[in-house]
């Protein structure tokens, strides 16, 4: 993973249900649907890019989120 690719999240809060919703570097709003301290963040694109918007597409299917390295700034917020 030398050349690893490197997403930084930035987190802005929990939205009305609860979810911890972060920005990307370009602007792009994404929820992490599966908080929990032992599992993998599951990361969704919010609706219209909206803070309050609902869970829209997962990240992994999208083919340029395929390999990267997601880093939380200043660390991820689970339960």
């Avoid at 929990?14 to 979810?19: F, K, L, N």
């Avoid at 993998?40 to 219209?48: E, I, P």
């Amino acid at each position: 993973m030398g050349n690893a690719v490197i997403l930084y999240l930035k987190y802005l809060g929990r939205d009305s249900w609860d979810r911890p919703v972060y920005e990307d570097g370009d602007g792009v709003i994404w929820k992490d649907v599966n908080p929990r301290a032992d599992q993998k963040a599951d990361l969704c694109t919010s609706a219209d890019n909206e803070f309050d918007g609902e869970p829209d597409t997962g990240m992994s299917y999208f083919k340029q989120y395929q390999n990267v390295l997601v880093v939380f700034v200043p660390e991820r917020d689970v339960w």
